[in-house]
């Protein structure tokens, strides 16, 4: 009863903060990125730690050749860029949002072998854009896939094809909680009396999650372009917001794809 209670009392405000979200993803991640990234407004998924990245560390090591460059999809403000700027010649962030490129270039001032672009990479051609810049790439994704509806989910596994060539690889990991979407609200720290700011954030400015696992990832990687070289489940690590100095854990998905 009292989580019933609860749901009410956040459904409402959790419609009302949505209902303001723009249509545009282009604008939607403007504003989302000309809001965040400061310590008064902390990035959602950004948790400051990477602990999480030990098991994309194995998998880098296992299936994706080092000496090649990389592209990190999504780069928001570059955190992991950093981190695989540190492990290949190359690391490349890319985003669609202008605003996310500059936070990411100022956030990586002085960082060997990383750099930055503003990049739709569902528009015509990115992959092939990026593949004549780069030559053949790896591919890094965390957290993108899961807040495409699967038109786009499939316009992007095209441009990632693209991007690797003949031995480029994907890694990507998302968030994978099955549960309603009021339920993953509340899982983030959500309560009808208070919603934490990162979180609020992302309401009422981005489009909405929806989780992404094996089902939804051969949906999007047909068989006939893609090779499973190793999928595993992960948990991908969000800012502090339902106990103080504890990143909050998220169900996660992680997978590495081969082009056929």
Not at 14 to 37: C, D, F, I, Q
Not at 189 to 215: K, M, Q, V
């Amino acid at each position: 009863m009292r989580r019933l209670a609860n749901r009410i009392r956040l459904l409402p405000k959790v419609m009302r903060l949505a209902s303001h979200a723009p249509r545009n993803p282009g604008e939607a991640w403007e504003r989302y990125w000309n809001t965040v990234g400061t310590e008064d407004a902390e990035i959602l998924w950004d948790s400051g730690r990477h602990d999480e990245g030990r098991p994309y560390e194995e998998l880098v090591l296992r299936h994706l050749d080092t000496r090649l460059p990389v592209v990190d999809v999504g780069c928001g403000n570059g955190t992991w860029t950093r981190w695989l700027a540190e492990r290949f010649p190359l690391a490349l962030g890319v985003d669609l949002s202008a605003s996310a490129v500059h936070q990411a270039a100022r956030e990586s001032a002085g960082v060997p072998n990383a750099e930055f672009d503003a990049v739709d990479a569902l528009g015509p051609g990115a992959g092939a854009a990026l593949r004549e810049r780069l030559g053949e790439a790896n591919v890094f994704i965390r957290g993108l896939f899961h807040i495409l509806k699967p038109e786009a989910q499939h316009r992007l596994a095209a441009t990632l094809h693209d991007v690797v060539g003949t031995r480029g690889r994907v890694l990507l990991t998302e968030t994978n909680f099955r549960g309603s979407g009021l339920a993953y609200i509340e899982h983030l720290g959500a309560t009808g009396d208070h919603i934490p700011g990162p979180l609020r954030a992302a309401i009422e400015t981005l489009p909405p999650p929806r989780h992404f696992g094996a089902s939804e990832l051969r949906r999007a990687f047909p068989d006939s372009e893609w090779r499973l070289l190793e999928e595993r489940d992960v948990v991908i690590e969000a800012v502090p917001m339902a106990e103080p100095g504890v990143p909050v854990r998220i169900p996660g998905y992680c997978a590495v794809l081969a082009p056929r």
